[in-house]
């Protein structure tokens, strides 16, 4: 952008934060294109969804370089989100992220912090989620995983869908429909709950 | 290139020219994507315009990625900007609360809370 030329738009009055808020969570959605992360971000968030972008370099390339050089062979991913005002002092984010393992460079800033994961997959994809769950258990990050109902979505009973995806039994699993707000809501209340389950465990 | 060479919004090069040359990778700086950040002070004319106009957007908290969003940068070089205005004492940074392997139960108990009333 031109900082010289005519002035970002920023927030509308009514998205502004209140000053007494004192500190942010956030949330990560992941899932492969198409599943719907960003109607969920959307249905949930408070403001219109919003895009932050990120630069990936590759690796090893133009350590030794001039400032500059680097950046030039730089791709930029965005990343929708969403924010809910939780109380006078806390606000939820809610990042959605793509699952392919292509974009995993974007992971280490955005779940580091994170309460937790909600993976969204396509029960007419499944195979589509095997990376991305692998890799969120290899992290440590707990996840629930929520599965969009799509019009033509084959009814698989909860069983099944934990079975081909090799889900351990006290993962939660949840059908939604990412387009309504209450239904997207209570995807994030189960990553709640269960995040409330474990920390609730005895230790050992 | 040159200082006043005009880079097209999807070239690289323009973020060396806001951010002085530096990339967020040389120069981590501890902002979160949720990192909130307010203005302690009014923008004044003499400083440089991505300055003022981060100043001028954190009237009221803001995130990292909402800065991110409105100024269309990376949040790698939006933290470099903040840094800047961090060091000058122009912001103060709320950071995001801190959780461990798990989050703190009352915590959890907030945002479920929060949720229900959505």
Redesign the interface.
Known sequence: MDFSGSEPAGPQEADLLPASVSAAVKIVVVGGFGVGKTTLVGSVSEIRPLTTEETMTQAGVGVDDPAGVELKTATTVAMDFGRITISDQLVLYVFGTPGQERFWFLWNGLFEGALGAVVLVDTRRLEGSFDVLGRLEDRGVPFVVATNTFPDSPDHPVEEIRAALDLPPEVPIVACDARTRESSRDVLMALMRYLYALAAQPVG | ?TADQ?AD??D?????V?GS??????SPTGF?????V?ARTEPRPAM???Q??IL??C?????V??L??????????VSVLLADLLDDHLIEV??????A?????S??????????R?
Do not use: C, H, K
Not at chain 2, 21 to 26: E, T, W
Not at chain 2, 32 to 36: E, Q, Y
């Open positions: 290139m005009r919004d999807d690289p090069d323009r973020f060396y806001v040359g530096r990339s967020p990778q040389d979160d994507l949720v990192t909130l307010v440089p315009p991505e003022v106009v001028r957007l009237g009221s908290p803001l995130s990625a909402e991110s969003a409105y100024l269309r940068l990376p949040a790698g070089l709320r950071a995001p609360v801190p959780v392997a798990l989050p703190d139960l915590l959890l108990e907030a945002v479920i809370n929060g949720l229900q959505l």
